[in-house]
C-alpha cells in the first residue's frame, strides 16, 4: 500500500507552473533573491523553491537606493512630475520595478546621474 504523503516543494513547483520567465523572475526579487534575468525559468524556479533571500544587494538594488534617496531629497520639486510607483513615497517602491526599468529611469535622467549615484548604497 502507497501512501500519499504532501510534499510542499512539489505543490509550490505545482502553482508556479502557469509564471512565465518575468513573472518567475519577478517573484525571486520580490523574495529578496539575487537571481540573473538570464537563468533559464527552471532554474528561477528552483532557486525560489530552495533559496532564501541572499543579503548581498544587485547593482540594480544599488541603483534603487539612488533613485529613491535622490527623489526624496528633491521631493517637493520632483512629486508633481512623478507617474511611476515612488509617487507612494514608499521607500520600497522601486523594489517592484523590474532591472530594465530602473536602468530606464537613470538612463532618462542622465543629467541627475552623478546625484543619483551619491545616494546609492553598496
Not at 37 to 56: A, R, Y
Not at 109 to 122: G, T, V, Y
Request: proline residues 7%; contains cysteine.
Amino acid at each position: 500500500m502507497q501512501s500519499d504523503t504532501f510534499d510542499p516543494y512539489e505543490y509550490v513547483r505545482e502553482q508556479l507552473a502557469g509564471c512565465n520567465h518575468t513573472e518567475m523572475y519577478q517573484l525571486c526579487r520580490r523574495k529578496g533573491l539575487a537571481v540573473d534575468p538570464g537563468m533559464l525559468l527552471s532554474q528561477l524556479v528552483n532557486t525560489f523553491i530552495e533559496s532564501k533571500p541572499d543579503p548581498e544587494l544587485n547593482v540594480f538594488d544599488s541603483w534603487r537606493h539612488g533613485i529613491t534617496g535622490f527623489v526624496f531629497k528633491h521631493w517637493k520639486v520632483l512629486e508633481p512630475q512623478l507617474t511611476c510607483p515612488i509617487r507612494s513615497k514608499d521607500p520600497k517602491s522601486c523594489w517592484g520595478c523590474l532591472d530594465t526599468q530602473v536602468a530606464a529611469c537613470v538612463s532618462s535622467n542622465a543629467q541627475d546621474e552623478q546625484s543619483i549615484q551619491l545616494h546609492r548604497k553598496p
